[in-house]
Structures are given as C-alpha cells and as structure tokens.
C-alpha cells in the first residue's frame, strides 16, 4: 500500500510499515486542500488531529484514478491515538474506509496520569512544591486528604476508565463505573469495580473521573446541571477531552465549593490539533476571559497540557498497535 502521514508518529510505525513493503511518504505542513488534491493516490492516511477528516477529504481518498500498477488492498483511515471526534467515521465507513485508532497503546499512560494529578490534588503536592521553593514552609496549610475509603466514579469504561480502575484497585478505594454500554467491560480493569447506573454515582461519588468521547451527546455534558446532581461534594478529574466540561459551570462550582477540585489535563479552549491554547486568536480571546484565568491561579485547580497519554512508552505501543491493525487490513 502506499501510504501517507499528515503527522508525526513513533518511528517504528513508519519503518515496520516500510520492512512489510508499504511505501511511506510524510506530509506534516501542506494545507488541507493541497493534501486533498493528492489523496487519490493513496491506500492510507496516518494522523493524530491536524486536520479535520470531513466528507470532501474523504470523497478525495476514494475518488477513481487508482494508483497504476498497483492493486488497492483496501483503503483506510489510522489515528495515532484514541479520540476519532475529527473524522467523519461514519461518512468514511459508508464509502469503504476503514477507521482505526489505537486507544489501547496510552490507556495506562493517561490512568497513571489521572492518578497522579488526583493524588497531588489531595495532598497539596503542587501547591506546598511552589511554597518551599519560594522559601514558603507551610505543613499545617498542606494537611493532606487520604484517598483511602473514598469512592470514585468513572463515567466512561472503556480503555482509559479500565486502566484507570485497574491503577486504583489497590489504594483501598470503591468504585463505581457507568458507561452506556454496560457490557463493555475489559477483563484488567474489571476487578473490584461494580457497574452502576449514572444515578447511584450521582448519589455516592466523592471523585468522578471522566473517560468519555467527544461527541454531540457528551459536548457540554458536565454543566451546572449534572454537577449539581451529585450529593457530595467531589472531585473532578478531566482526561477525555475539553469541551466535554463547560468551564463557565465549572468555575461557578468551584466558586461554590460545590466542586472541590478540578484536575484537567484538557480545556475546552485547546486548538483542534490540541497542541496549544496560546494561538494569536486564542491569545486574544483568554486575555479577558475570567474563567480561564480563574482556572489558572486557582490552589485546587491542577492543569497539564493534553499530556496524559503523551508518554514515551504510549508512543511506542500506539505505532506497535496501528502497525497489527493496518497489517489485519492486508489479509
């Protein structure tokens, strides 16, 4: 096949494609109209989330000249990664393009990753690191929450809200997983986990982890609304994608305390390629925006930049991943 990739990926997934015979061509800056205008002669396409794959890119990846001399095994579309929010898998799938992403290879990175902006949340690791080392020592004010006995909710079982459960399992917790399939359930992260409805989380949740796609149901999901539908207090943990939270309710709960503390590897203010929110035109619009900036000086608020699955392991077990899932199109 021959192949073309619209972003950087591991090395191996290019050379392990080139060692089975593929030809690999890279692409990381042309617009999209000018990839689109090449795309016919192209089995392939490997992305993380540059580029929106809507109906024309797709109608351009199908349309007729087929490559001379060669026979098209079968075209597809791979994310490097888990979210497919910016394909049109539907659309794709309806004209014979497969869609295949590889949320397995950095499930474990982001579940060690939610674990450990919740663990800093609670014990104030963050904050106390930027007090001693601006000469501040305060143990008093830094009085840590144990996580033991506490009860997490993970909205969302799939690959992350499993691994997520799997690294808790043994820190003494209870938990409560909801996912609108409540038959997903992978056999490493099932454990002590008890599959409950979205109510009885609602009733029982201290911390409540989301493990959720981007789509038009989940957009907005977490508002004023469903915040205030818990009986406790809680915690809240954001892994899945920005906009999934409406910050302006966010912020309005953590005003009120009806949100303890917030832990947000993504915001809603991120670009498509989730690569920065510094941007001119974003620069322009989070200068005045409060929320933003109540988000950032706030003491229970813990922000990274979209890393949670960005380890250097995942990286490699994502290409590993697509490499047997495009080699099973070839059959």
């Known amino acids: 096949m021959k192949i073309l990739f619209l972003d950087s990926a591991h090395l191996f997934l290019k050379q392990e494609l080139e060692r089975q015979g593929h030809v690999c061509e890279e692409d990381f800056f042309s617009s999209k109209a000018e990839i689109e205008a090449k795309l016919s002669n192209y089995d392939g ?36 990664g888990a979210g497919m929010e910016h394909i049109d898998v539907a659309y794709a799938e309806s004209k014979g393009v497969k869609c295949i992403s590889s949320p397995e290879g950095n499930r474990n990175a982001v579940a060690e990753h939610a674990l450990g902006m919740l663990l800093s949340l609670l014990n104030n690791i963050s904050k106390a690191n930027a007090e001693v080392k601006a000469g501040e020592w305060k143990r008093e004010a830094n009085r840590g929450t144990e996580l033991e006995g506490k009860i997490v909710g993970i909205i ?57 796609p981007l789509t038009e149901e989940t957009n907005y999901l977490v508002d004023d609304t469903f915040i205030n539908k818990f009986k406790k207090n809680i915690c809240l943990i954001n892994t899945s994608r920005g906009p999934i939270v409406k910050t302006a309710d966010l912020v309005k709960n953590l005003k009120s305390r009806k949100v303890l503390g917030a832990c947000l590897d993504v915001i809603e ?20 925006n409060s929320d933003w900036k109540y988000l950032k000086e706030s003491q229970n608020v813990i922000l990274t930049p979209h890393i949670a699955g960005w380890s250097f392991q995942s990286s490699e077990k994502m290409a590993r991943i697509l490499v047997e899932k495009i080699a099973e199109l070839c059959k």
């Open 269 to 288: 203010y991120e670009e498509t390629s989730f690569e920065a929110v510094d941007s001119t035109t974003k620069n322009q619009e989070l200068t005045t």
């Open 45 to 80: 396409v490997v992305l993380r989330s540059r580029i929106i794959i809507d109906k024309i890119f797709i109608d351009r990846l199908v349309s007729i000249p087929s490559p001379i001399g060669r026979v098209r095994v079968g075209q597809f579309i791979a994310r490097v």
């Open 156 to 212: 969302g079982y799939g690959n992350t809200g499993s691994a997520f459960a799997k690294v808790l399992s043994g820190l003494g917790v209870k938990m409560l997983a909801y996912d609108n399939d409540p038959s997903l359930t992978l056999p490493e992260g099932k454990g002590n986990v008890e599959i409950v409805s979205l109510k009885e989380i609602f009733e029982k949740a201290d911390v409540v982890s989301l493990h959720l």
